[in-house]
């Protein structure tokens, strides 16, 4: 066996126990209860958060490490972020803590902010899973063994991932709002970093940096899921004790900022087919009562379905085709941020005025006492939400700690169901203002008296006599399996071939329920010509209807708390099970008489076309669209043929409300139903949702499936390559359309050999692309199986910089050119099985899942007894079978390489 084992460079030797020191039973105290969850401390300052969801079928654990860019000195910065990256290489004995995580099963990610670094993952609710999930934490934070090695080839995706956020103009203009915001605080900084430092940061200052800040009394470990707490706490406490605690105090942090009259401005240009005008207005850490109160009077503003910045901008004066707003709370500051885009054609000037203007005007105006209980009632319905999603509950409870103290999460819930409606509109007025804001211009203002910043009160003050109940519910069992799950499925004839329905009988996590309605419409004939208009009508049907406009029917479903889509395809509905029949009434009649309101239409109209003009502008999705072009045998008049983009975008343009109008009298009501139900249901509540669906009318057009071509047997394959200035990141990919639909025999070994050849985090371009050569952020390959006809779709694709992007096109040739003369191993092949069966078994625990299955089966019929047969024929796979698949399908397949980059 190789030794994986390195010396720990010397700088991370803090954290190792003393050689030949005795072993210290570990002792822990606790420190804390609420809710139902608590934490303890141990003795070098290690803190451990266990948050119990008896019901839930996942844990998830996450290594929460108190710093970010906040705390990033002069030529430091990115280094947060780039350690973070670090921190998935080696530790201990383990060579890879991303090949660890993956074959534990682990859904794994690791982020960093502005206060904080964290690690986390979820794993099925096995204890001896959750055993090892910790045990690698605890690697990863005393035994680090990132070498300089490492850092070379990190340092390079880093920069990758740079250069992506510099291609994308809503990262370029918040950075922008960040920089102005504040004059010496570290929250000016972006957390990716200068180029600069992340190419030249040397090693021993990152492992200087690391020594710092990851310590013991620095660090928590919070669990949350389905768990038995004594276990975890008992390894947990012992593993995280054999961190060292340093002589040297916590590094502290105390700059702040002075309160200033001012506006600044800052303008950016960049070729991104469209206009943005955007400012911020600093508000109070988030612990301060009056930036929750802006927070939540905010929503009368900022709310996507009834806020009065898009009503006034969008469909009023007609400026802008997009907006955005909301509060960015962070414990120090935090900043109410605001947004408005147009197409390449408006005036930036008339755009960026008006939405001044109107934040302002608004917070001078102030909301009313039903706009603030509508705000309320939503926040509180997210809060309860939270109860049946450990995950999220976990992360917000991260979120808490970094402020202080995971309790603060419980006091802010507290705080917004009794905020006053003059304590909500003096926020605004007070924090609102022009010369506490940044977008513009620096301009002098005599006599101008700026807010100042309250001190912060101590936490313990905060949380003082205060304790919550517990929040996690109890629910059925999850399935263990899709033999399980199918047995399960209660088939419900209804109508023929006019409509079928199937249900999954089951008490879920907060009692939700999850309805379907797909309704096929249409045919090849009646749909040809009209995919643009008719995808339109479509989207224009969730503008309200049923004699109530689109903020009329947010706010009816908002109190029912239901989420929900519905367009000429069906209707898809959220909600607690004791909503479902009043939401479901609601959304019918919506669908039954559909408002189409025409501002909307144009708004979408103008929506569309602004994304079209920026994809014209776009290398990779010219290079995109010129590939799918290569790959066209349709009939002229086939709905599925692809079109240019300037086709596309004059497609749109032509769309009138007329269209719209016969799209809908063509296509909506009644055609073919698929039903599908999972909640706490009877075969009689699935008939009854059927007797109010069968009372709508039938559609104009006939239902008939539209028949896909089967994939060209031979292909124009040579290399597509686009290049325009200034797009510092490069898209490569290579596309193929392969003679195989999901149903053949032969496809479960080729889903195999495409996940080993770039899948997942151990496929051979992922390896090669990002671990060894550091090229790329993203970098692997896709199968996108066909339902019927033999027409799937095969991506090999990476993106890299610009300058990078025709060798990692070599690379990517290379891999697939190495897959096919030497094939795969019998371990490789064990190795993906294996992660198959983890992954699906882990997507059994998703009940907001099970529903879009159980749809999707009754089209395609591949339902769960379909995907247990499939499974089944993968586990009996050899590396021989699965070799033969790729040779079959690739060796002589027709791949369409593509290049959109900088110049």
Not at 305 to 322: K, P, Y
């Amino acid at each position: 066996m190789p030794r994986l084992f390195r010396a720990a460079p010397l700088a991370l030797a803090m954290l190792l126990p003393c050689p030949g020191s005795a072993a210290t039973p570990p002792a822990w105290q606790l420190e804390a209860q609420a809710g139902g969850f608590s934490s303890y401390r141990l003795a070098n300052g290690f803190k451990i958060i266990l948050a119990p969801f008896p019901a839930a079928a996942t844990a998830r654990i996450e290594l929460l490490v108190k710093v970010g860019s906040k705390q990033e000195g002069y030529g430091e910065t990115g280094m947060a972020h780039l350690l973070e990256h670090m921190l998935f290489k080696s530790a201990g004995r383990r060579a890879d803590l991303k090949s660890e995580l993956t074959a534990l099963g682990a859904t794994w990610n690791g982020t960093t902010t502005a206060e904080r670094t964290n690690y986390f993952e979820t794993v099925v609710g096995d204890p001896d899973k959750i055993d090892e999930a910790i045990r690698i934490e605890a690697d990863r934070f005393i035994r680090p063994t990132f070498t300089r090695a490492h850092l070379v080839s990190e340092m390079t995706v880093v920069r990758n991932e740079l250069e992506r956020k510099d291609n994308d103009p809503n990262s370029l203009v918040t950075r922008a709002l960040q920089r102005q915001s504040y004059f010496w605080h570290g929250y000016g900084r972006s957390t990716i970093g200068a180029r600069s430092d992340i190419e030249e940061a040397p090693f021993a200052a990152l492992q200087a940096f690391h020594q710092r800040h990851y310590r013991p009394d620095n660090a928590v470990l919070i669990v949350s899921g389905k768990f038995v707490s004594q276990r975890v706490l008992k390894l947990a406490g012992r593993l995280f004790a054999a961190a060292r605690l340093p002589a040297t105090p916590r590094p502290a942090t105390w700059t702040r900022e002075e309160a200033r009259a001012v506006t600044n401005r800052s303008e950016l240009f960049l070729a991104a087919g469209k206009v943005i005008g955007a400012a911020a207005w600093k508000l109070p850490g988030m612990n301060e009562r009056e930036t929750l109160a802006v927070d939540l009077a905010s929503t009368a503003l900022c709310a996507e379905s009834w806020g009065s910045l898009r009503r006034a901008l969008v469909l009023e004066q007609r400026l802008a085709i997009g907006v955005s707003c909301g509060v960015h709370a962070q414990p120090d500051y935090s900043l109410l941020l605001a947004s408005a885009s147009a197409g390449q054609a408006a005036e930036a000037e008339a755009l960026s005025r008006a939405l001044l203007e109107h934040v302002e005007r608004f917070a001078q105006s102030g909301i009313s006492a039903e706009q603030l209980e509508r705000a309320r009632r939503n926040e509180l319905n997210a809060f309860e939400r939270l109860g049946s999603a450990h995950e999220s509950f976990a992360a917000r409870l991260s979120q808490a700690e970094v402020a202080g103290d995971w309790r603060l999460f419980f006091r802010q819930r507290d705080i917004v169901a009794d905020l006053t409606l003059d304590e909500a509109n003096q926020a605004l007025k007070k924090w609102l203002i022009g010369i506490n804001r940044s977008d513009v211009l620096l301009r002098h203002a005599e006599g101008a008296t700026p807010p100042t910043m309250p001190k912060a009160e101590p936490v313990a003050a905060l949380l003082a006599g205060r304790d919550w109940p517990a929040v996690a519910a109890s629910a059925d069992p999850l399935p263990t399996s899709l033999d399980e799950l199918a047995a399960q499925v209660v088939n419900i004839p209804l109508d023929g071939q006019r409509a079928r329905a199937e249900l999954i009988a089951r008490r879920t996590q907060g009692n939700l329920a999850w309805v379907s309605i797909a309704n096929d419409y249409g045919n090849a004939a009646a749909l040809s010509a009209r995919q643009t208009s008719c995808a339109l009508a479509s989207s224009l049907m969730a503008y309200g209807g049923g004699g109530l406009d689109r903020e009329a029917l947010a706010g009816r479903l908002e109190a029912l708390q239901a989420r929900r889509s519905i367009g000429l395809g069906g209707i898809s509905l959220e909600a607690p099970r004791a909503n479902i029949e009043a939401a479901l009434d609601l959304l019918l009649a919506a669908w039954k008489t559909p408002l189409l309101p025409v501002g909307e239409f144009e708004r979408l109209k103008a929506a569309r076309l602004a994304g079209l003009e920026a994809a014209l502008k776009d290398p990779a999705q010219l290079a995109a669209n010129a590939v799918a072009r290569r790959f066209d045998n349709y009939p002229a008049d086939h709905p599925f043929r692809p079109r240019s983009l300037a086709r596309a975008r004059a497609d749109v343009e032509a769309v009138d409300m007329a269209e719209i109008r016969r799209c809908i009298a063509d296509f909506s009501g009644i055609s073919q139903i698929r039903l599908a139900v999972v909640g706490d249901f009877s075969r009689a509540d699935v008939e009854a949702m059927w007797a109010r669906l069968a009372e709508l009318p039938p559609t104009r057009q006939l239902y008939e499936r539209i028949r896909d071509v089967a994939a060209p047997a031979s292909v124009d394959d040579r290399p597509v390559s686009v290049a325009m200035a200034d797009r510092p990141n490069a898209d490569v990919q290579g596309i193929a359309l392969l003679r195989i639909a999901e149903d053949d025999p032969d496809f479960p070994a080729l889903r195999i050999a495409v996940r080993l050849l770039g899948g997942d985090t151990d496929s051979r371009i992922r390896a090669r692309l990002r671990e060894r050569e550091g090229l790329a952020y993203s970098a692997g390959a896709a199968l996108a199986g066909s339902n019927f006809e033999p027409r799937s779709r095969l991506s090999i694709s990476t993106s890299v910089a610009s300058s990078n992007a025709e060798n990692a096109l070599a690379m990517l040739k290379e891999e697939l050119a190495r897959a096919l003369a030497g094939g795969f191993s019998e371990a490789e092949v064990a190795r993906a099985k294996s992660l198959w069966k983890q992954e699906r078994s882990k997507s059994l625990t998703a009940e907001n899942g099970l529903v879009r299955q159980l749809s999707q089966g009754m089209y395609s019929g591949r339902d769960y007894a379909w995907l247990a047969r499939f499974d089944r024929q993968i586990e009996q796979l050899g590396a021989a079978a699965v070799t033969e698949a790729l040779r079959k399908y690739l060796a002589d397949a027709s791949i369409v390489w593509s290049t959109g980059k900088g110049l």
